[in-house]
């Protein structure tokens, strides 16, 4: 009786969590000005994949794979580059691009892109970030192994680059870093807008609302059937920041400004999550090849 009861109510629960969040819909795509933020931001992101990019601080921000023309266009320097591989293995760099006027704080996903998601594991950790505020816990520890490195970084930005915008991104792995990275960074004070692209879930209820209601632009962009960001699981209590930005256009393809729709939720079954059938093609396909640089690493 008691296991019956426990069940209907699991059913009822779960039903609810699905139900219940607003899932709305722009229709007509996006500005070509976010799409030309979107492709140059992918870059930055991609480019944390390229080993020049992480081992020496100083230099230009590169892609010998060739696919980061906008930002090799830009004049960069890296302030760090950084791969901390005594624990986590986060993996990133802290760039001024002079160009754009930005200050880039960008991770890189896990160099085994492909599967690393297959190991994901389901446990949530607390954070220092909001009262009740849980994340997953090897999300949460990366953040927690390259804060320092990072804070020190960007500490004096505002007056040795005045007018420069503070932007965090990464593609996987390392959008959910960077999500984690822009919560902690604008809880400290700083304004920062975060670009995410094919990042998993990496939060309980608590957290991701607390980030989507942060001032800064949450862009958590996802393309077709990407199977990352249906991980970890709604039903072991982890949802996503809002809003998506979902690329409704096959793997291989240039995507137009009218190619991204919009939907809001911390659950929303219309962007990436209406997929049942997934592909790792996807993940690897956001605008360009994006772990170009990882996957020539892996064969060459
Ligand atoms: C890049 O920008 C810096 C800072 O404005 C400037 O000093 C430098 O000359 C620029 N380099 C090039 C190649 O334009």
């Not at 969590?17 to 070509?32: H, L």
């Not at 320092?148 to 004096?156: F, R, V």
């Amino acid at each position: 009786m008691a296991t019956l009861l426990f069940t209907f109510l699991f059913v009822v629960l779960a039903a609810c969590a699905i139900a219940a969040p607003i899932s709305e819909e722009k229709r007509g795509g996006i500005g070509s000005d976010l799409l030309g933020t979107f492709n140059l931001m992918e870059q930055y992101a991609g480019a944390s994949y390229c080993s020049n990019n992480y081992q020496s601080a100083g230099d230009k921000v590169t892609c010998p794979s060739k696919t980061c023309p906008l930002v090799e266009a830009a004049n960069t320097t890296s302030l760090i580059e950084y791969q901390i591989i005594t624990s986590t293995d986060v993996t990133g760099y802290v760039a001024v691009d002079h160009t754009n006027s930005l200050v880039v704080v960008a991770f890189r996903g896990s160099s085994s892109v492909k599967n690393w998601f297959t190991n994901l594991d389901f446990k949530l950790t607390n954070t220092d970030l909001c009262d009740g505020c849980t994340a997953h816990n090897g999300f949460w520890q990366s953040w927690v192994d390259s804060r320092d490195d990072i804070l020190g970084a960007i500490k004096n930005y505002k007056t040795a680059y005045p007018g420069y915008k503070l932007v965090s991104t990464g593609h996987s792995l390392g959008g959910a870093i960077a999500t984690l990275s822009a919560a902690q960074l604008r809880h400290d004070g700083y304004d920062v807008a975060l670009y995410t692209f094919g990042a998993p879930r990496i939060a309980g209820t608590k957290l991701s609302s607390y980030i989507t209601n942060q001032p800064g632009g949450n862009y958590r962009v996802t393309h077709w059937n990407d199977p990352v960001p249906n991980l970890p699981p709604i039903a072991m209590g982890f949802v996503h920041v809002s809003p998506e930005y979902y690329i409704n256009k096959p793997n291989l393809q240039t995507v137009g400004a009218s190619d991204i729709k919009t939907y809001s939720g911390s659950i929303n079954l219309g962007g990436n999550t209406r997929w049942v059938v997934t592909d790792v093609g996807a993940h690897l396909w956001y605008f360009n090849s994006i772990a170009q640089c990882a996957v020539n690493s892996i064969i060459g």
